[in-house]
């Protein structure tokens, strides 16, 4: 039985990550409207990846200096300030790299309470719940965003008129981005609401004879230090670098299944959401059942599914019906759950005792997002170029098969070079999951 303070940071992270997907799809079509070109559209990732790159080294600490209910507070509203520059005229590029400013600070305390909160036998259920409900909320959240942003929810939100006052919200992004806002405070109510975990918090560091910027950039190298530790451990650097993999793509391939369904199926962006939302619904599904069936020692045999991945993603581009469609997304959705969840839980896991929750999660958020960051960089520019989805596709599929494949000889290489230090590592992880 999980401990109710879980169940609330559940509700919290739901409505916040229900928001952050439905702005990226209302941001998507405020840049569409507003006339920007398309490689702005693909800039859109990269650019809420960029404050989880710059920031790594600080709010991995800050969030395990501060209650993480606290910095899980302060972190929606920076998104809330992020959605009203976005409507008071701030360039969309620049104010949804607010709101990832946001979200790089909240993400090491959302999953770093959680090592603090539940013991190493529940860790892979509570990720597995966790990205469930997330997966869920990206669902809701793209398919809201879309709804948001058509016909007939936007024609009945313009249709309010606040006496006395003109709001300057008059197109459909516009408006759907005022009901985002309304979603992102109830996420920080309900951070009001997640208890202390009594984890002795661990200091920003303080030096009397500097400044307090002086004192942060003391960070720098112990941030360096944290990625070090995860890189050289046997099982972090797997775990890491597959996750790390998943994510940079993922979060990606969100952009190019619009851009896809716009070329393939000729979608608008409502319709478009909601395959992204199909591919959501297998991921909350391979994640649930990776929850059930998997434990933590036996995560690294799920990297041949990331092989498998990379191939499928390949055949997109012979797909031209939405039924053929919908069923590929599902699978292809499911295995990236399955793969992912496990892999998670072992990051974290290592992450926890090598150097803190906060720490680790945060070492982890700057490896995935500079991943983010350097794909989206490319796929912008290619963009900007001539590239269309098909091709996006086609080199992301390789990409994906042939590093998860290389990863794969990593760790076997491991297992016969190293066999004793992984057998111990391995054992380690066996008697963490038998406590409690």
Request: glycine share 10%.
């Amino acid at each position: 039985m999980m401990k109710q303070g879980f169940y609330i940071i559940m509700v919290a992270q739901f409505f916040s990550s229900l928001a952050d997907n439905a702005l990226f799809v209302g941001a998507v079509e405020l840049l569409r409207t507003q006339g920007y070109p398309e490689w702005e559209r693909a800039a859109l990732v990269p650019m809420f990846a960029f404050f989880y790159v710059v920031l790594a080294p600080f709010v991995g600490a800050y969030a395990d200096a501060k209650p993480k209910g606290d910095v899980m507070f302060n972190s929606n509203a920076i998104k809330v300030l992020g959605c009203l520059l976005m409507l008071l005229g701030l360039h969309p590029l620049v104010a949804y790299a607010l709101v990832g400013l946001g979200a790089a600070a909240y993400s090491p305390a959302k999953y770093g309470i959680l090592t603090e909160l539940l013991p190493a036998s529940q860790l892979v259920k509570a990720n597995g719940w966790i990205e469930g409900l997330t997966i869920a909320s990206i669902i809701l959240g793209v398919l809201l965003g879309g709804q948001l942003v058509g016909d007939t929810f936007s024609t009945w939100l313009l249709s309010f008129d606040l006496p006395w006052f003109d709001t300057g919200i008059d197109t459909r992004a516009e408006a759907a981005i005022a009901v985002i806002i309304l979603l992102y405070a109830l996420a920080a109510w309900f951070n009001t609401r997640i208890p202390e975990t009594g984890v002795k918090l661990r200091p920003l560091p303080a030096d009397p004879n500097r400044s307090a910027m002086g004192n942060l950039w003391t960070l720098a190298p112990d941030f360096i230090d944290c990625n070090k530790r995860l890189w050289v451990d046997k099982l972090g650097q797997i775990s890491l670098s597959t996750t790390t993999l998943f994510w940079g793509v993922s979060g990606n391939l969100r952009y190019i299944v619009l851009a896809w369904s716009a070329a393939a199926l000729h979608y608008s962006t409502t319709q478009a959401s909601s395959l992204v939302g199909v591919v959501a619904i297998g991921t909350a599904v391979g994640a649930v059942l990776a929850s059930v069936k998997m434990k933590l020692e036996q995560a690294p045999s799920v990297i041949p599914l990331g092989i498998a991945m990379g191939l499928m993603v390949l055949g997109m581009n012979f797909i031209r019906d939405v039924w053929v469609a919908a069923p590929f997304l599902v699978l292809l959705g499911g295995l990236g759950g399955f793969l992912v969840v496990p892999m998670n839980a072992l990051l974290q896991h290592r992450g926890h005792i090598l150097m803190g929750g906060g720490r680790s999660i945060a070492v982890q958020n700057f490896n995935e997002q500079t991943c983010i960051l350097i794909l989206g960089g490319g796929y912008a520019l290619l963009t900007g170029m001539g590239l269309d989805a098909y091709e996006a596709l086609t080199g992301f599929s390789i990409l994906v098969a042939s590093v998860m494949w290389l990863i794969k000889k990593w760790h076997e290489s491991n297992l016969k070079r190293h066999a004793q230090e992984m057998n111990r590592l391995l054992e380690e992880v066996r008697k963490e999951e038998l406590k409690s």
